[in-house]
Structures are given as structure tokens and as C-alpha cells.
């Protein structure tokens, strides 16, 4: 991650100063690294952490503390520094971490060395300790602009028994020029750098306490005569953070600890290269997931309040409650269940086809693709199972309505997909539906009724299938024309499973356009019926099985997609541009 992170002081004598810092080198060490410091590493303490090797490499000099005899140097000079300002002691020369990963530096010191570096980080500095701080001057805080970075600040005050108010107050900053990536990374962040706050301010708060115990400082400064504060101190006013915490390995540390942020911030978020826009079915799996995870939140919380006393078992339930049902929490059990099935399920529509025959897939197909119940009637609930899992590739996620295996009759608004056993009573009126389509699956009279397509597929050979409708497909309807498309495409043995499926995705998408401008056309517009009838002509979708699967369709569309356009072509601004 392309950032630094800063430890800030607020010094009574000198106002803000940077302490200490971390920065990542993606090239050899900054200016100033001799090729001698490498040779002495057989002499220096080595260890892993975190995939990153810590290292106390000697540079030949350090712009630390501005304690470096080149006086071009960036940082205060060593005559306005004290002890509260200064974090490594002179002529130090700072940590250098080596990630053998990504062959990554993470190099420490307290000010960075290019110049314009540190005028970032300098205002960063004064910024998080004076105009940019959250209410009670001890939190989170997020500021910045394009020119100067943008700056995730946490202050926080340690305790000092010598100082006023008994307390300094310091910021840990960490820089960016990636605001939303910065954003995207708050939740880690605070957590992480809380987490090095604690610890400070717990080893602080021991030094404080046995100090008051030796030397109460309250009851000292109420039994003084008034004077000046800053002669009062007798030259106690600064102090240094090891001195407050009395660790001499504070900067290492605090070294270790920002480098592993810097490592474990970057890691955590990776890019992920998108042509275009989203698709409709990435859009309603990723709506499917929050509500799954909101109900299941609802189901924690309610768990939590009557059974308070069993904390294992609900953090357990929570788990099990997250995970939907297509993503099992057990893969290896899924992965043998699919390695189980494979010698009597369907491997794909092409696979389908030649095991139905042309004009009952063809059937079965125009009902899928048209939004009518599908119903399949058959004892193996794997074979069922694999049937919807390869017929629902061709409609949008949105439009997929499964019931895998059930032992009574669902109605069609529950499901167009529906699983049933076989001895299940199916209503009259629904068999003899036109919306309806009943595949059943039945012990096969012969060996085998169709020749062997694989030597893997001998079990499929005890099945018949049968499909039957209230509305029987003619040979020589015309069907949606997504329909022709997909069969032309199946009977072309050229193209593999792959480049099928491929196919598909594109037919969808495709369609899923058309969709989305007779949906704004049609519902947000509110254009009439002449319109729409040249709309569909212009779509090229004018034939009634289209009209009909595009209406379907319809009903397929991502709530995120239907109220960006409500919200956008009602707006007055949109309302004006197009009067």
C-alpha cells in the first residue's frame, strides 16, 4: 500500500511534531544507503513476521531528527528540538524492513527524506493536532484534498505525571493520495491503530501511576506557591515517549508494528479489472447476499436475547445462519456430493437436449425461457437437482425461482422451478395448464433407450422422461428468437460446452438490454402503446413468445438498477432536459 503512517506529538514548547514515521520504497533504499550496510547483515538480529524480514540495517545517515550533517536535509533543525520532539537519538539510523514477497521496503525514521514528503506529512501533522480534530480531541478523523493526500487521523492523550494537565497529547496519521481506498480501508485502520493505542497508553498509565505513588504531582503543584507554569517546570517540560512508557524498544516496536499495517492494509483490497458495467445477475447475487446477511443478523440478534447465557452457540448459529445455501460451509462434503452425481446428471444444455430429444427440450426450453413452471417428477433428487441447475443458466438470476424437492404441490407464484416426488398429486387444472410443464422421470421398459453418449453415463440409461403440457410447442412455431439462437447454437458441434456457455451469457445480456429499455419506456415513461409497439419493432422483438419473454424478464431486474432509474429520470434536472 502506497502510504505512510505517522506518529504525531503535540509539544507545549514547539506545537506539533512528527515523532516517527513509516514509509513504503517499491526501489533501493532511500538516498543515502551504502552498499557497506548490506554487507554487515550476517552481524544483525533477523525475524520473520508477517512474510516480512526485520532488519536493523545501518544507513550511512539519516535525516532523523535533522541531526544529519547535510544541511539541505528536510526536518527542524537540532537546536528547535527537545526531548518530547525527538524520537530516535542522533546520528541513529532508523529500521529498515524487507518484504521478500513483493520486494518491498518499509523503512522508519522520524521525518521522510524527500523533501516534498515531508511537507505533506508536516501538515498532516499540524492538521491532526490542531484544526482537524473529532469532538473531545481524542478519536478517528478523516481530512484532505487531491494536492496534499488525504489523512486518516486518530488522536489520543498518554498520561504524564510531569505534564500539564497530566497528560500529552499525540496522532497516529496515516497518508494517502487514494481517498476512496482510504475510506474503503477506516474499518482496519481504527481497529489496528486502537489496538497500538491501548498498548501505549497502558504502559504509559503504569510509569503514571507508580510515578503519583512515589511523588503525588497534584498534591505538590496545590502546596506550591503560584509562579509562571513554564518556570514551575524546571525543565521537565518535555519528556520522551520512551521516557512516558519506559520502553527502551518503543521505535522498534513501533516499527514493526506500522510496517505489518502498511503490509496487511494493502493486502487485504485488491483490484479487480471490470469491462463495463456490473451485470444484472452480479447486481441481484450481490442484493441476494446483503439480505441474506441482514435476516441472518436478525436471527443473531433475537438468538442473543433469549439464550444470553449460551455465547458459543450462537456465535455458531451466526456462521451457519451467513452461509446461503449454494455456498456450503463444508466444501469438501460438496465437492464429493458433485463427484457422487457425476455418472447421473445432466453436464449441460447440450447434454440435455440429446438426452430429452430435440422438440422436447425445445418445449421445455420455450416454457423456461417464458417464466412457466417447470416441474420435475422423479425419485433421485440429485438428477432433479442437476436438471434445474442446468436449465436456470438460461434466464437471469432474478427470474430463478427454485423449490429443489418437495413432497406437495407448490404454486407457480412461489416457483417456476419445482422438484416433486413422485407419488405427489399434481391439480388437474395445472396439468392441463398452458403455463405449465411437467417433466417426469421414469423407469426405463428397455436397457437403454438412447445410444451411450459418454461411458460415464450407463446410469442414465434407466430413466425415461417424459414431457408433457397443457400448451405443446409446435415443430414449426417460431419461438423467441433467444430460443433459436440457443439451439443453433447447442446443435453446433464446432463449438465446445465452453464457447456455449459463453454464448448464453452474451444472448442474455443482450436481451437483458432490451429489457432495460422497454423497462424505462414502458413503466418510467409511461409512453403509450403505439410507442411501445415501434419500440419492439425497433428491438427487433415484436413477435408475441418476445413480448411475453421480455415482460418476464422484466420481473428479473435488480431493485439497485429499478430505483438508480426512478430516482434519476424523476429528478428535476432530468425532467427539464427533457422538456
Not at 496515516?174 to 497502558?202: A, C, H, V
Not at 456465535?315 to 455418472?343: F, I, Y
Amino acid at each position: 500500500m502506497n502510504a505512510i503512517v505517522a506518529l504525531c506529538h503535540f509539544c507545549e514548547l514547539h506545537g506539533p511534531r512528527t515523532l516517527f514515521c513509516t514509509e513504503v520504497l517499491h526501489s533501493p533504499l532511500p538516498q543515502g544507503a551504502s552498499s557497506g550496510d548490506i554487507s554487515g547483515q550476517n552481524e544483525q538480529a533477523e525475524e520473520e513476521e508477517g512474510g516480512i524480514q526485520m532488519s536493523s540495517r545501518i544507513r550511512s545517515h539519516s535525516p532523523a531528527e535533522g541531526a544529519s550533517a547535510d544541511s539541505s536535509s528536510p526536518g527542524p533543525k537540532k537546536s528547535d528540538m527537545c526531548e518530547g520532539c525527538r524520537s530516535l537519538a542522533g546520528g541513529h539510523p532508523g529500521y529498515v524492513s524487507h518484504d521478500k514477497e513483493t520486494s518491498i521496503k518499509y523503512v522508519s525514521h522520524q521525518h521522510p527524506n524527500h523533501p516534498q514528503l515531508f511537507s505533506i506529512v508536516r501538515q498532516a501533522c499540524v492538521r491532526s493536532l490542531s484544526c482537524e480534530v473529532c469532538p473531545g480531541r481524542e478519536g478517528p478523523i478523516f481530512f484532505g484534498d487531491e494536492q496534499h493526500g488525504f489523512v486518516f487521523s486518530h488522536t489520543f492523550f498518554i498520561k504524564d505525571s510531569l505534564a500539564r494537565g497530566f497528560q500529552r497529547w499525540y496522532s497516529i496519521i496515516t497518508i494517502m493520495m487514494d481517498r476512496i481506498y482510504l475510506i474503503n480501508s477506516w474499518p482496519f485502520l481504527l481497529g489496528k491503530i486502537r489496538g497500538i493505542i491501548d498498548e501505549l497508553q497502558g504502559k504509559a498509565l503504569k510509569v503514571f501511576e507508580a510515578e503519583q505513588y512515589g511523588c503525588p504531582q497534584r498534591a505538590q503543584r496545590m502546596n506550591t506557591a503560584f509562579t509562571p507554569f513554564l518556570h514551575q517546570r524546571n525543565g521537565n517540560a518535555a519528556r520522551s515517549l520512551t521516557s512516558l512508557t519506559n520502553d527502551e524498544n518503543l521505535w522498534a516496536c513501533l516499527h514493526t508494528s506500522f510496517a505489518w499495517l502498511l503490509k496487511a492494509c494493502g493486502s487485504r483490497l485488491t483490484e479487480k479489472l471490470l469491462e463495463g458495467a456490473p451485470t444484472e445477475d452480479t447486481l441481484v447475487q450481490m442484493e441476494k447476499l446483503a439480505d441474506l446477511k441482514e435476516e441472518s443478523e436478525g436471527w443473531d440478534g433475537s438468538e442473543e436475547e433469549e439464550r444470553p447465557s449460551s455465547q458459543p452457540d450462537a456465535v455458531e448459529g451466526q456462521e451457519l445462519s451467513k452461509c446461503s445455501p449454494e455456498t456450503s460451509l463444508m466444501p469438501d462434503c460438496n465437492s464429493w456430493n458433485v463427484a457422487h452425481r457425476r455418472l447421473s446428471v445432466f453436464r449441460s444444455l447440450r447434454h440435455m437436449r440429446q438426452v430429452l430429444g430435440a422438440s422436447a427440450f425445445r418445449m421445455l426450453a420455450w416454457h423456461v425461457l417464458m417464466g412457466n413452471q417447470v416441474i420435475w417428477k422423479a425419485r433421485d433428487t440429485d438428477l432433479v437437482q442437476s436438471a434445474f441447475d442446468v436449465l436456470r443458466t438460461m434466464l437471469p438470476v432474478g427470474c430463478v425461482r427454485i423449490i429443489p424437492y418437495s413432497d406437495q404441490y407448490e404454486e407457480a407464484y412461489r416457483c417456476n422451478f419445482l422438484g416433486l416426488s413422485p407419488h405427489v398429486q399434481i391439480p388437474s387444472h395445472i396439468l392441463s395448464s398452458e403455463f405449465a410443464v411437467l417433466v417426469e422421470v421414469r423407469a426405463a421398459t428397455r436397457s437403454s433407450l438412447y445410444p451411450t453418449l459418454f461411458d460415464e453415463e450407463q446410469s442414465l440409461n434407466k430413466y425415461e422422461f417424459v414431457v408433457t403440457s397443457g400448451s405443446p410447442v409446435a415443430a414449426d412455431r417460431v419461438g423467441p428468437t433467444i430460443l433459436n439462437k440457443i439451439e443453433a447454437a447447442l446443435t453446433n458441434q464446432n463449438l465446445s460446452v465452453d464457447v456455449v456457455d459463453q454464448c448464453l451469457v452474451c444472448l442474455k445480456e443482450e436481451w437483458m438490454n432490451k429489457v432495460k429499455v422497454l423497462f424505462k419506456f414502458t413503466k418510467v415513461d409511461s409512453r403509450p402503446k403505439e410507442d411501445t409497439q415501434k419500440l419492439l419493432s425497433i428491438l427487433g422483438a415484436a413477435e408475441e413468445d418476445n413480448v411475453k419473454l421480455l415482460k418476464f424478464w422484466m420481473t428479473g431486474l435488480s431493485k439497485t438498477y429499478k430505483s438508480h432509474l426512478m430516482s434519476t429520470v424523476r429528478s428535476p434536472t432530468s425532467s427539464e432536459s427533457r422538456n
